[in-house]
């Protein structure tokens, strides 16, 4: 086993920890208050190829592997997580859905633009839409219905909780054609976002990631053409499910990289407190919180690159994704709320950006399936 990175690697590394100091740091705090969707620096992922890394050349992307990938996520993560979610959406949900089962046509009209972030010199990035208010753990039960009208299907619907929801120009919706068929009767298509009937709902006021582009998206006889449907009739189902496990590991990256933002902010604050004479990182109390938290960061971290390595070398990651997500976001939650103790009553006010990392670090357990649903599917794996 080989733990060094290559110097590919180590490049994509030094370029995302200097676009996170240097373009999303400054602001950062302002974009939060003020609920502000990060465009500008979004435009800059474009640039840098960052919004299709995986995706083949041929297609627009950067060509590189998952753990290229992970490395930027964390970096990024560790400064600003709705930077990272919105890049993260359009990397693992739906640059990496459109390649592996849309059609050549299909690629070549969206995944194309998709990969590289902007078309007609614009931002061009997409969202992915799954969940409704009464199918979030439980996605098999959609509501959203998609009636096959001959040439063109008709949508109605609402999906809730979409990331990229207003600034998208392509959404992946998954609805329902033959609610007899249950999950095998959902179908995914691609929809593009000015297509009229769609109404896009007021952004949500949120704990945190509260620059990410939340909202809720309607439905009303909304006219999808038969060949954006992606895949077989009936296959929307495993899609989603499918296209779901690379997402857990951009998930996963996202709040190791918060649990690393924060862990590096409180050694930091810990060899300038000075507290009883001496640097509070000479008390045994500080030091132990620090001890663990780095301890606990690189097994997260370990846990993540193995989980990208195997979905790199073709093997089923479905497990690893899960044990991934899991461990890294509830890594995040404790390393964050560990990072606001260490800072004492600093670490309650925002100019130290560690409570914004706490309040981050929630969400991880929640989006792309809850720390309940990886349990879930990690069992079912392991007892086989």
């Known amino acids: 086993m080989d733990f060094n990175l290559t110097e590919e690697q180590l490049m994509i590394q030094r370029a995302a920890r200097e676009f996170a100091q240097q373009q999303c740091l400054p602001g950062v705090i302002e974009r939060d208050e003020h609920q502000k969707f990060p465009k500008e620096q979004m435009e800059q992922l474009a640039d840098l190829g960052f919004l299709g890394m995986m995706a083949p050349t041929e297609y ?23 930077v990272s979610v919105a890049m993260s959406v359009n ?17 070549k009209k969206y995944l194309t633009p998709l990969a590289q972030g902007k078309k007609d010199g614009a931002l061009y990035i997409g969202a992915f839409l799954l969940s409704e208010p009464e199918a979030g753990s439980d996605a098999s039960h959609q509501h959203t219905s998609a009636i096959d009208k001959g040439d063109h299907y008709l949508l109605n619907g609402v999906k809730n909780w979409i990331t990229n929801g207003s600034t998208s120009s392509v959404y992946l919706v998954m609805a329902q054609t033959d609610a007899s068929k249950g999950p095998k009767g959902i179908n995914a298509f691609i929809v593009e976002k000015n297509t009229p009937g769609i109404l896009v709902g007021a952004k949500e006021n949120k704990l945190g990631i509260r620059g990410s582009d939340t909202h809720a998206v309607s439905f009303m006889d909304v006219k999808v053409p038969k060949e954006n449907r992606i895949g077989a009739d009936g296959f929307g189902f495993t899609f989603a499910m499918k296209t779901l496990n690379g997402g857990r590991i951009g998930i996963a ?7 690393s933002g924060a862990y590096e902010l409180a050694l930091a604050y810990s060899k300038q407190r000075q507290s009883f004479g ?18 606990r960061i690189q097994s997260a971290r370990l846990i993540c690159y193995h989980a990208a390595w195997e979905k790199d070398n073709g093997l089923d990651y479905t497990t690893s994704a899960a044990m991934a997500k899991l461990h890294a976001s509830d890594t995040a939650m404790w390393a964050a709320t560990e990072a606001v103790q260490v800072h004492g009553g600093y670490g309650f006010v ?6 914004r990392l706490m309040r981050d670090a929630k969400i991880t357990q929640i989006y792309e399936g809850t720390s309940e649903i990886q349990k879930m599917v990690i069992g079912r794996n392991i007892t086989k």
Do not use: R
């Open 350 to 355: 925002k100019e130290y950006h560690v409570e």
């Open 278 to 295: 001496k640097p509070i990182h000479e008390h045994q109390a500080i030091q132990f919180k620090l001890a663990e938290m780095a301890t």
């Open 60 to 82: 627009g992307g950067a060509g590189m592997d998952t753990i290229s990938y992970v490395i930027a996520m964390e970096e990024i993560s560790k400064v600003d997580a709705s």
């Open 253 to 259: 990256a996202q709040a190791l990289g918060i649990a």
């Open 91 to 107: 990397n693992s949900l739906v640059c990496w859905g459109l390649e592996h089962y849309a059609t050549e046509e299909q690629k």
